[in-house]
Structures are given as structure tokens and as C-alpha cells.
């Protein structure tokens, strides 16, 4: 089996924050390196999201080209990743010229199917400055729940995909005028009513497997029909629609992103010089599983919309999972840019380091219900938890042996591990896998911590500095015992903190793409024996690899993020 992993496309549009790296990032990263470690076939593919109204408003608010901008967005998206060490095999552009080409196949498979057809509408217009208005390009009053600024695309306050034809006193997105009347139009639809049967068949072969907060949702929404939707609007940003009657018009953004997945792929293939197809050893493989990992604003697209674009070309496979998360939230309030409700995401990785971001960020995965960022509840986590039970244990452990056997320790001391200790990993292992190949990225972290709680534990009751006053020997096994333990956490916190991981593995001279680390995270503890063969010695000399946080710090940045509440 390989697994092609793919995380929504971040829209370039705005910073990355909190909720957009614990909800879909980071447990695709650590989902995705866990993969690997255990020797099974991996890619995570992603890109950015560039094309919609939004970052048209944007780009001329900032005086900037469509492309200028979303380049820009491209490369701090990246650049931050990165320093969240969030890897991607490839990580792309929806404005790239392979993607276009990808994207205009299939709108014309689907146009030649009767899957896409020409629909005459009532559209807005603004009757001062003549611009047509879809999506974000009008606001008015939502006309489910009353909000007064409700774009025409969706309510930000009760989540309505918004009909922008039934807002209540609409208002131009251009000129501020409110002198906005529908006119006659026509758009090209996407005609998911003629898949409803083909959708819910395949939608019954996934809903043992998927998330029960997906699945309710996507049973709701389907069960009796599928509404058809526009898939072109009129901009001048985006890829164009092929057809000679339809000058002026572009290809809507969620038509065209998620296919996103599809055109990165081959685009990854071709930079490597892979000899692999796309499609034939990938996307349409049966082989293959396809797993996407979202945040629940994207379950309509990716449980509905592209799954029939799917089904109706018959060019890929649809989804395979899809462990959608729930909203990581600011003390209890959404993130919110334009409202100064946020933590700047830049500012936290240059203060606290990536052990210490993605290790609270993961304690937050909210897999199903929301959870909420707090900076004391990360204080809290990071020092009692990461420095006090991994750091301290690692720390009293490697020090006292290169305090006291410099030489070594003999191979035989670390029998006491193989016949008393070994059985016990093992089980602590398989249940370690199950818990992230059923994509329980948070619990898989707790369980890692519940082992570091065990060897803490044994250490602190063995207490090998009192030992050592009367039988060395008894103190030598302990360490020999605690060396092992140290080992075994180094290569399973390799998909979590990966620097932590890699500092770990430097006291015994291997990194995670040591066949030895590798061997120990599928399961197979046999490799030690032969590994612990020689006398063990230190590869280099041990410091504290978990420093606390500061409460002080802590205290400034907590009174900054409530100075933004009373603004």
C-alpha cells in the first residue's frame, strides 16, 4: 500500500496561524514522517491556493499584480512551514502554467459528459461603477441569521453558503455604492445533481471509516440531492474558460484548487525525473490510499464537490479518508487577522523554537471538538511535561553515565532491558501504531508521553546515584536500562519533534534515517541487542535538550494578547 497525502491548499491570501497549523499541517507532517518511519511508500503533497476574489481585493488594495502578490504569500507560507519543520515532497502553485493545463483537462472531460453545462442566472451588478459582483466582491445583511456583514459567497457568522442574490441590502465591494440590482447573466455549472446516485454509492463504502464528525455532515447534505454549482465567474484573475462564448469569464477558485492535488503530483514526479505516472501509479492506483487532511470548513469541497469531479472523469480515485479537524481556537474566540484577535505565528516559533510549538500545537489537534490556544496552558505543557518528565529523565540518565563510565558500559549490563523490559515496548509499540495509522495524531503524542512517564518513573524509584554509593553494578544496569529507553524515545518522537528526535539520536551516533531508528519504530527490538553489542559509550557529550519556559515571558506575551481583546 502507499499513501498519498495530501493538506488543504493554504490560500494565499493571508498569514498562516495557529489553528491552520495544529487543524491540518502538523498532523499531516507527523502522519506523513510516521509513514516513512515504518518503511511504507509516502508523498505529502500541497501548494497554494491562488486564484478567488479575495486576493484580487487584496492585491489592488496593495497596489500589487495578481502574481506579484501571490508570490509573496507563496514564499512566507512556505518559509514558515519550514521553520515549523512541516516538510511537503512537493509544494506547489494553483497559478502555474502545469496547473492550468491539468485543470482545462478536466473541465473538458467533465463539459463533454454533460457533467458541466451553461446556466442562465440573475447576477448583482453595481449600477454606478457597472462591475458585476459575485462572491466577495458584494456584502450586505445575511439573511439566515441577521449578520450585517455577510460576503456573497458565505456568512462568516453562521457559516451560510450564501446565495448573493438574497442579501439584504447588498453593497459594492468596489465603489462602497448601494445601487446594486440583478441583472441577467450566465455562468457554467458544475451539474452534481446527475452524480447524486454515483456519490451516494461510493459515500456508503466510506462512512464505517470516516470520523464521526465528518460523516453526519456529509449524510446530511446528500442524502436526498445535490445542488448544482457555478464553477465560472466574471474576473480577471484566474484560468480562462475555454470556450469561444465564454470570453471573460475565469474558472472559479474551488473548481480549479482542489485539482490542485492532482496537477502537484505530476509536477513533483517530473522534478525528481521519477519514471511514474501521476495517474497510473498514484491517483488511479488501487494501491494507492488517499488520505486528506483538512480543517471542517473544507468537508463540502472534499467529501462532495471534488470527490464527483472525481467519480465523473474517472481520471483518479476519490479520497480514500478524510480526518477533517475541528477549529483550534484563541482563549475560546476564533483567530481573527483583520480583528487583531491572533498570535503571530513568526513571532512564537522565533521565541520558543519548533520542540516546543509543534509539541503544545499537537496537544491541540482538535481531532473532535474544538480546543483553544492559551499561552499559560502552554507553559504549563512544556514544563511539566516536555522538560519535566522527558527532559529530566534523558538528562539525569545520559549524564550520569558519561560522568561515571566514560569507558563504556559492558553489553551484557543491558540484558535487564531485552528480559524485562523489551516485551512491554513491544505492545507499547503496536499500540502506538494503531493509534496513528488511525490518524489519532494527539493521542499518538499522549501515548509517547505515557512511556516517558513510565521511564521517568523507573529511574527516579531505581535512583542510580543512591545505587552507586553501594553497588555499582546495580546502578550500571539502570543506566544500561535507561540507555535503551532513551533510544527508543529518540526514534518515535522522529515524526513529533523532530529536532528533539535528532538531538536524541546524536548520543548514540545515529539520526532518524538510521536503519537501526527505523528498525526500532516498525517494532523490531532485536536490532538493540546487536546494536548494544559493544561497550556503549556516548556519541557526544549530553546538555539539556528541553529548556523551560520563562513564566515572566510568558506573563508579557499574555498581557500583549489581552491588550489586543480591549482594543
Excluded at 219 to 241: F, P
Excluded at 277 to 301: E, L, M, P
Excluded at 367 to 377: I, R
Amino acid at each position: 500500500m502507499k499513501y498519498l497525502i495530501t493538506s488543504a491548499l493554504p490560500y494565499a491570501n493571508g498569514p498562516i496561524h495557529f489553528g491552520h497549523i495544529a487543524g491540518v499541517y502538523l498532523p499531516a507532517d507527523i502522519f506523513t514522517r510516521h509513514k516513512k518511519l515504518k518503511g511504507e511508500r509516502a508523498i505529502h503533497i500541497s501548494g497554494s491556493d491562488e486564484h478567488g476574489v479575495a486576493i484580487m481585493q487584496n492585491a489592488q488594495k496593495a497596489k500589487k499584480s495578481y502574481q506579484e502578490y501571490v508570490n509573496e504569500w507563496h514564499k512566507e507560507h512556505k518559509e514558515l512551514f519550514d521553520r515549523y519543520d512541516i516538510k511537503f515532497d512537493f509544494f506547489g502553485q494553483t497559478s502555474a502554467p502545469y496547473h492550468k493545463e491539468e485543470t482545462l483537462v478536466w473541465f473538458n472531460d467533465l463539459l463533454a459528459k454533460g457533467l458541466i453545462e451553461r446556466k442562465e442566472e440573475k447576477q448583482l451588478q453595481c449600477q454606478d461603477c457597472k462591475n458585476m459582483l459575485p462572491d466577495r466582491f458584494v456584502e450586505g445583511e445575511c439573511y439566515v441569521c441577521g449578520y450585517a456583514d455577510a460576503r456573497g459567497d458565505e456568512c462568516p457568522e453562521c457559516g451560510t453558503w450564501i446565495d448573493p442574490l438574497k442579501l439584504i441590502n447588498p453593497v459594492c465591494k468596489f465603489c462602497n455604492s448601494k445601487n446594486v440590482k440583478s441583472v441577467d447573466s450566465y455562468q457554467w455549472y458544475l451539474m452534481l445533481s446527475k452524480m447524486h446516485e454515483e456519490h451516494r454509492k461510493w459515500f456508503e463504502t466510506r462512512k464505517p471509516f470516516w470520523r464521526k464528525t465528518v460523516t453526519p455532515f456529509v449524510e446530511s447534505l446528500t442524502k436526498d440531492n445535490l445542488v448544482d454549482r457555478a464553477i465560472t465567474r466574471d474576473l480577471d484573475w484566474g484560468i480562462d474558460v475555454p470556450l469561444p462564448e465564454a470570453k471573460g469569464k475565469k474558472i472559479y477558485v474551488w473548481f480549479d484548487a482542489p485539482i490542485g492535488y492532482v496537477s502537484n503530483t505530476k509536477e513533483y514526479l517530473r522534478s525528481i525525473g521519477s519514471k511514474e505516472d501521476h495517474i497510473k501509479d498514484w491517483w488511479g492506483n488501487n494501491d494507492t490510499k488517499i488520505i486528506n487532511f483538512i480543517g471542517k470548513d473544507n468537508i463540502i469541497f472534499h467529501s462532495i464537490i471534488f470527490p464527483v469531479m472525481c467519480l465523473g472523469t474517472g481520471f483518479v480515485n476519490p479520497v480514500s479518508d478524510l480526518p477533517a479537524n475541528q477549529y483550534v481556537n484563541l482563549e475560546g474566540k476564533q483567530f481573527s487577522k483583520s480583528k487583531g484577535w491572533y498570535v503571530d505565528a513568526v513571532e512564537a516559533i522565533d521565541t520558543f523554537g519548533s520542540d516546543a510549538m509543534r509539541f503544545y500545537l499537537t496537544s491541540l489537534i482538535p481531532e473532535t471538538s474544538d480546543s483553544s490556544f492559551t499561552w499559560k496552558a502552554m507553559e504549563l505543557k512544556i514544563n511539566s511535561e516536555l522538560a519535566n518528565n522527558i527532559g529530566n529523565f534523558i538528562n539525569r540518565a545520559m549524564k550520569f553515565a558519561h560522568k561515571n563510565w566514560p569507558e563504556g558500559i559492558s553489553s551484557q549490563t543491558f540484558n535487564a532491558f531485552y528480559n524485562d523490559h523489551q516485551k512491554g515496548v513491544e505492545e507499547w509499540i503496536r499500540e502506538y501504531h494503531e493509534l496513528l495509522d488511525s490518524y489519532q495524531i494527539k493521542k499518538g503524542q499522549e501515548h509517547l508521553m505515557s512511556l516517558g512517564s513510565k521511564v521517568n518513573l523507573f529511574i527516579t524509584e531505581k535512583a542510580p546515584w543512591t545505587q552507586f554509593k553501594t553497588d555499582q553494578e546495580a546502578a550500571k544496569e539502570t543506566i544500561a536500562v535507561s540507555a535503551a529507553y532513551v533510544l527508543v524515545l529518540g526514534a518515535f518522537f522522529a515524526p513529533y519533534l523532530p529536532q528533539l528526535s535528532k538531538s536524541i539520536l546524536s548520543y548514540f551516533g545515529l539520526n532518524a534515517e538510521s536503519e537501526v531508528v527505523n528498525k526500532i519504530y516498525q517494532g523490531d527490538l532485536s536490532v538493540l541487542k546487536n546494536f548494544f553489542s559493544k561497550d556503549f559509550t556516548l556519541a557526544v557529550e549530553p546538555t539539556g535538550l528541553v529548556p523551560k519556559i520563562d513564566s515572566k515571558l510568558i506573563d508579557e506575551l499574555n498581557e500583549k494578547l489581552q491588550a489586543k481583546k480591549s482594543n
